[in-house]
């Protein structure tokens, strides 16, 4: 059973930077689809970032530009650099491989 763990959230002034970690517990290098998600209070859990096996990303549109996902498959662990924050950006964000989650990272992004 996989199990995620994010990490690196905080608070930050919007045009701040944020770099988010998800370490897995098992080894990544086989699984070809790892995303992160984020939900905002009141709001629906949204798809931010899809990252492949091969390193190929998908974003939405909001994010796109200024968000960026990575994955060291030696460290078992996922990023998400985050840049250029702003205030509609404040989420829990978590990490999702198949049918695990994390417990997700508070991000908070003061405007």
């Known amino acids: 059973q996989v199990q995620l763990v994010e990490s690196g959230g905080g608070l930050v002034q919007a045009g701040g930077s944020l770099r988010l970690s998800c370490a897995a517990s098992v080894s990544i290098f086989r699984f070809n689809i790892m995303r992160w998600y984020r939900q905002a209070p009141g709001k629906q859990r949204e798809l931010v970032a899809t990252?492949?096996?091969?390193?190929?990303?998908i974003y939405t549109d909001s994010v796109r530009g200024r968000f960026t996902s990575s994955r060291d498959n030696a460290k078992n662990t996922v990023y998400l650099q985050m840049n250029s924050l702003k205030p509609e950006d404040t989420a829990v964000y978590y990490c999702n491989i198949q049918l695990a989650w994390g417990k997700g990272t508070q991000v908070t992004v003061s405007s």
């Open positions: 990252i492949t096996s091969g390193g190929s990303t």
